[in-house]
């Protein structure tokens, strides 16, 4: 793996204590900038000045919170390939890089010129306070977990109607938690679990299983699952507990190995028990 820790530098994006996009283009020209053109086109999905400069801005204050995210990313990175190895009898060759983004995510698995990387935002991982050494060896694992999974099917399958598209989202990021629990160590242990949110994911299980069915069905966005700026009864990332919930299910059936593989169908009747418990 290849490690690059470009957080000493992002004061170079900032001119008089504030965010320049003229800047930040030419610090990412001297950290990845095969990447930039990437990002650059997922944040045009924002709107730039109420969602994305804030976040920014507010982040290079952060002096404090940006020493510890720092010393925790320096930290984690240090045993991956064991951990990786000792649990999954596998090697995942990608570039792991720390940067300062433009709000497309804490973490992020993609694929730059053909190469496997994992983008991990400085500014998003501040804003939501994952920037201690558990949160961010939990956030490196789940973003590899990504990339287990596509290393491992090959042949990589997002769906191309929106039922597909809702049921690989749902078992996609399933298989990541399984990675990164398995890693962690902790078949119960979620970024998002804070005021109570794992209780209430488990107690309303079934009715959430039965409610994502349903907007599948209806041909209606699963977005709200998804996301730490949206909600479902006014908890974020809900999907996230049920595609765990799903794998686990799955491997009442399946081995290990054969968890990157699944079909749409098997997917599909997996849901379906889901929402009958």
């Known amino acids: 793996m290849q490690i690059i820790d470009s957080l000493n530098s992002i004061h170079l994006c900032y001119e008089d204590g504030l965010f320049s996009l003229?800047?930040?283009?030419?610090?990412?020209q001297n950290v990845?900038?095969?990447?930039?053109?990437?990002?650059?086109?997922?944040?045009?999905?924002?709107?730039?000045?109420?969602?994305?400069?804030?976040?920014l801005n507010a982040a290079a204050n952060q002096t404090e919170k940006l020493t510890q995210l720092q010393l925790s990313f320096q930290s984690a990175v240090i045993h991956l390939d064991e951990a990786i190895w000792q649990y999954f009898h596998t090697a995942i060759d990608a570039d792991i890089v720390?940067?300062?983004?433009?709000?497309?995510?804490?973490?992020?698995?993609?694929?730059?010129?053909?190469?496997?990387?994992?983008?991990?935002?400085?500014?998003?991982?501040?804003?939501?306070?994952?920037?201690?050494?558990?949160?961010?060896?939990?956030?490196?694992?789940?973003?590899?977990g990504h990339l287990w999974h596509h290393q491992e099917r090959k042949l990589a399958w997002g769906g191309e109607t929106p039922e597909e598209k809702a049921l690989w989202q749902l078992y996609s990021e399933g298989i990541a938690m399984f990675f990164e629990q398995t890693l962690c160590q902790n078949e119960?242990?979620?970024?998002?679990?804070?005021?109570?949110?794992?209780?209430w994911c488990t107690q309303n299980k079934t009715?959430?299983?039965?409610?994502?069915?349903?907007?599948?069905?209806?041909?209606?966005?699963?977005?709200?699952?998804?996301?730490?700026?949206?909600?479902?009864?006014?908890?974020?990332?809900?999907?996230?507990?049920?595609?765990?919930?799903?794998?686990?299910?799955?491997?009442k059936e399946y081995a290990i190995n054969e968890l990157p593989h699944l079909s749409l169908p098997d997917i599909k009747r997996l849901l379906s028990l889901c929402a009958k418990k």
């Open 22 to 28: 003229k800047r930040w283009r030419h610090y990412m």
């Open 207 to 251: 009715r959430l299983f039965a409610e994502y069915i349903r907007r599948i069905e209806h041909n209606e966005s699963i977005q709200h699952f998804f996301g730490d700026w949206v909600r479902i009864e006014g908890h974020s990332d809900v999907g996230y507990y049920l595609g765990t919930a799903l794998i686990r299910t799955a491997l």
């Open 32 to 55: 990845y900038p095969a990447a930039i053109e990437l990002i650059e086109n997922d944040s045009a999905c924002y709107d730039f000045q109420r969602d994305v400069l804030p976040v």
């Open 98 to 144: 720390l940067y300062l983004g433009l709000c497309n995510g804490a973490g992020w698995a993609a694929t730059v010129n053909g190469k496997p990387v994992v983008l991990l935002g400085i500014e998003k991982i501040i804003e939501l306070n994952w920037y201690d050494e558990k949160s961010m060896l939990a956030l490196l694992y789940h973003e590899l």
């Open 188 to 199: 119960t242990f979620f970024h998002q679990d804070q005021d109570g949110w794992l209780n």
